[in-house]
């Protein structure tokens, strides 16, 4: 009987070194458009994966070359699109980098954006976890 209890605790005790960590959402790839001369306001497009099985919302986001960050929904039908207080990435899925997905729009640029350079992004989301990533400047 006491071996029986040994050896049930030692497969307790070893249980959770075995199991492999969850996967956790990321910001996968970004690309911030280079603005046009003069402007002060560009946006910024990021791919986000969340594996998980729940909803998550992205409710902020801050970038080392702008004032503000605004949370925008994807454009439809050529209009400008809408400030948003969050945007949904869905559970198993995830979003695209494109103009026709929620994005951000970079206000108050606050340095010269070329092609070439990163832009560092940080977004935030409704259980407090922050997405980091790093976002080259492009020709749109």
């Given at each position: ?51 998980t ?21 994807g ?56 997405l ?9």
């Amino acid at each position: 009987m006491r071996s029986l209890f040994c050896a049930l605790a030692a497969v307790l005790l070893a249980w959770p070194a075995g199991q492999a960590a969850q996967p956790a959402p990321a910001a996968v790839s970004a690309w911030v458009a280079a603005p046009a001369a003069g402007a002060t306001t560009t946006s910024a497009f990021v791919e986000i994966s969340n594996p998980t099985m729940y909803e998550i919302y992205i409710t902020g986001a801050t970038s080392d070359a702008a004032a503000k960050v605004e949370l925008r929904a994807g454009v439809s039908g050529g209009a400008e699109p809408a400030v948003v207080p969050e945007f949904p990435v869905p559970a198993y899925g995830g979003t695209q980098a494109a103009a026709s997905a929620p994005h951000l729009r970079l206000v108050g640029v606050t340095r010269p954006l070329a092609p070439g350079d990163t832009v560092q992004l940080t977004l935030t989301t409704d259980g407090g976890a922050t997405l980091k990533v790093a976002a080259p400047v492009r020709q749109p």
